[in-house]
């Protein structure tokens, strides 16, 4: 059997180019707080209380294709004449990595386990399954392995977990009064490093530098805990609204034909080619940005403080414009000592800065930092845009990695579908030989 190859294409192509495409569609239709995994596994919180509970099943799909676009040379820039033309990719083995969120300021996860399926070729594939973490700040994901030894020309991944979202109610007058930790735990820690995340490029060797000199700027070159901890992160909150000046979406649309795959059909949704989104040095030197911009540099300022923090990817499942759709939280960690109680509070930096909150305003009562009665529509997938480790992921940033001993495509055509669903609570069957009540 002979494949073709990109070289056989080359003499066809005058354009030669990567696609991807993401697409969040969302069928919610029915509240389930009755759900059993509804109820909250986290400990008892006198200062964050969790209300109108939703239980949401998060089916992602991942697609490649390897090919290249190839079009009419007489009309080389008429998208009517593009086409995708599959190659073979010769493959020894495939390593598939997918970030899985469990417990956080307003989200449990009711489930330990992920279901995963992969398609190579026309065939479903025997794999194996392990949850790993990241080296440094523990986030969680899913790695897939699967033996593919021939040529295949695309693969699917099919991704499922489950997690409950819940609206939440701060106090914000007890949660003032609790003073700096002596030490963080572990998991808060965890999440105090590194200062600025990577999303899929390598960083600069000053980014952290760079990111701890405007902190400095803001706080005088004084020491940040002068404040308590609650007013300190209300105050560089309102500094971030006030550096960054959003510019663009948050994502972009696929601007080229062909980005669907061949014999699949996509319900709802709308194509993407990426999340939009800069390493947190470059957003505190130039100042603008997207609204992921915006909430990866807080993560960064607050962890240069000294404030445990984490950047918390969401799909909003009411939002209608797609672009719009994802939209990246930020969460900090609080610690009680009476209680020995660490929890996390979450902060929809974009809402604060489209109320107009600003740094002067920091003692002030805010709504969308802590308190936020819209929660519930907020499935949460991602604390990273992409995965800090030794994977590959094409075009913008997107979620997932890819691995193989195999040599990579140079051109893939890559589809994420994510697709939260209110899960379906099952009706009791009624016991019919139970007396009737007068």
Request: glycine share 4%; charged share 20%.
């Amino acid at each position: 059997m002979s494949f073709p190859s990109i070289a056989s294409l080359a003499n066809k192509c005058t354009h030669c180019m990567l696609v991807a495409c993401i697409l969040f569609s969302a069928s919610a239709n029915a509240q389930s707080s009755s759900h059993p995994d509804a109820k909250s596994p986290l400990p008892e919180n006198p200062y964050l209380k969790h209300q109108d509970p939703w239980r949401w099943d998060i089916r992602s799909q991942v697609f490649f294709r390897a090919g290249v676009y190839y079009f009419n040379q007489t009309q080389p820039f008429d998208s009517r004449n593009e086409q995708i033309n599959s190659v073979w990719w010769p493959m020894l083995d495939l390593e598939v990595i997918y970030p899985v969120v469990r417990e956080g300021s307003f989200y449990w996860s009711p489930n330990t386990e992920v279901e995963a399926t992969i398609r190579a070729g026309d065939f479903q594939r025997e794999t194996t399954q392990e949850r790993v973490f990241t080296e440094q700040t523990k986030a969680e994901y899913t790695l897939w392995r699967s033996d593919v030894r021939e040529a295949v020309h695309q693969i699917q991944i099919i991704h499922t977990s489950h997690v409950v979202v819940a609206d939440t109610v701060f106090d914000h007058v007890k949660a003032q009064n609790l003073a700096w930790p002596d030490k963080w735990n572990e998991e808060a820690t965890a999440f105090l490093s590194p200062v600025v995340d990577s999303v899929g490029y390598e960083l600069a060797i000053d980014a952290e530098d760079t990111v701890k000199t405007l902190l400095d700027f803001w706080v005088d070159d004084g020491d940040p805990h002068e404040l308590s901890e609650l007013n300190l992160v209300k105050y560089l909150t309102g500094k971030v609204i006030e550096h960054v000046q959003i510019r663009k979406p948050p994502a972009e649309y696929s601007t080229r034909s062909g980005n669907r795959i061949a014999g699949t059909r996509f319900l709802g949704g709308a194509s993407l080619s990426g999340f939009v989104v800069r390493s947190a040095d470059e957003v505190a030197l130039n100042g603008n940005g997207t609204k992921h911009d915006l909430a990866t540099l807080l993560t960064s300022i607050l962890r240069s403080a000294g404030v445990p923090a984490r950047t918390l990817l969401c799909i909003k499942t009411t939002e209608d414009d797609q672009l719009e759709k994802a939209t990246a939280m930020v969460e900090f960690a609080m610690y009680d000592p009476e209680l020995d109680l660490t929890f996390w509070v979450p902060i929809d930096v974009d809402r604060l800065r489209l109320n107009g909150k600003r740094a002067s305003q920091y003692k002030q009562w805010w709504n969308y930092f802590g308190t936020h009665d819209e929660l519930s529509d907020y499935v949460p997938v991602a604390y990273y845009f992409h995965p800090p480790a030794s994977y590959q992921a094409f075009d913008l940033p997107a979620l997932y990695g890819i691995r193989s001993s195999s040599p990579l495509p140079e051109y893939v055509i890559q589809t994420i579908i994510i697709d939260p669903m209110v899960t379906p609570v099952r009706p009791i069957k009624p016991n019919l030989d139970a007396p009737v009540q007068p």
